[in-house]
């Protein structure tokens, strides 16, 4: 079964000659193999072994090779099946691809191209294995109201997002740019009492000075030149709903004053107007600034502040989470390939190891843009290192991936100096440190224990 060491090759061939030999070099190699002599045999095996891979020949007594696609994957998609013929044809080659073969190969069989195409497939299993597990994660509890992740810094914010939802208490946001805070805001929102309500959004920073009253309070026709209709603010058009501020510390300070009066009292007033208009509007406020700071410098009002901080959430940066990575990646894949209409699976796991090593100043923003470039450019099937951009890929050089060997040193003692530094480099991560030297996680640890080295002392 896939996921163990062993894997189970699945041949179907009408020639007992073919199947003979097959079975004979695929247990040599370390595969289980079952066979089967026709479609209806292999669809009995294919329920019976549920093979991780599965050859066989086009022409069968009672199918064809190529209809039997779909029939040999099952309820495994990401089962690779690879076709053999004596009949070599480019149409059926295209046509084979096309409907998700891993590869095609004439008969007399290249052993060598076939063992090279199964560990290719292999490959392609342990990606589809992870793939599976990631979509997993996903459906199950990695994050609410777009808030992915599952590491503990994540749990424990979504857990106080929950708490703050279910009170009508002011909000202040903080964090750096690009770590989601209009997300967290969002997810508030669906989370409280008032989700049927509006939630309406301003950014500050991105206004004219000049606009920022008017967008907030709205304006009467004829209050300023180009009035020439009267327009509701932001205020009443999140009444009964939900209005988050984004930027409150870019917000002139004039201002400030005003809208800290809204708040208190409940009641806005239009520019030129003379009517005050009761909102019942819940305020969700962000800064990427320490609003501390802001305050001690003069940027947000003192009373202000203590009136919207009843709540602070603070949206941690992707550094301090880099274990979420190939969750945020598995999910912006799955929003960017409707949108760009795309195939992309996954990520491999050699541009996985680039991105978690990776510093990401811009947060969870700028590892959305990368993924979407990097689908862009592969289209179809996995990302590769080839379709990150090149500050990722030459990062990795930049952060000293070379290891020196004493000269003298002996093959033991190499071994053991190239296994402790590529762990190092690898953040004592067993799994990543195994990938990037074609071991397996078992050898890994044997070795260590080998050298007598723990946790602990490592």
Known sequence: MAGTTKKTILV??????????????????GYDVEVAVDGATARAEVERTQPDLVISDVVLPDASGLDLLDLLRGPAPGRPVILITAFGSIDTAVEAMKR??????????????????????????IRHVETARLERRLRKDAGIGG?????????NLQKLIRVVAGSEASVILTGDSGTGKEVAARAIHRLSRRAQGPLVTINTAALPEGLVESELFGHQAGAFTGATTARPGCFEMADGGTLFLDEIAEMPVELQTRFLRVLEDGLVRRLGGRREIAVDVRVLAATSRNPLEAVKHGRLREDLFYRLNVFTVE????????????LLAQSFISTFNDKHRVDIESVSAEALDLMVEYH??????????????????????????????PFLRDGARARGERIVLPIDVTAQEAERIVILETLEQCGNNKSRAARRLGLDVKTIRNKLRHYGITAERR
């Open 360 to 389: 990401w100043p811009g947060n969870v923003r700028e590892l959305r843009n990368v993924i979407e470039r990097a689908m862009i450019l592969a289209c179809e099937g996995w990302i590769e290192t080839i379709h990150l951009p």
């Open 100 to 125: 998700g073969a891993l590869d095609f190969l004439t008969k007399p069989i290249d052993y060598d191209e076939l063992r090279s195409l199964l560990a290719a497939a292999e490959r392609r299993l």
């Open 12 to 29: 179907v061939d009408d020639e007992a000659a073919v199947r003979e030999v097959l079975q004979m070099r695929l247990s040599d190699w």
């Open 315 to 326: 949206l941690p940066p992707l550094r301090a989470r880099l274990d979420d990575v190939p």
């Open 147 to 155: 808030l992915i992740g599952d590491s503990s810094v994540m749990r």
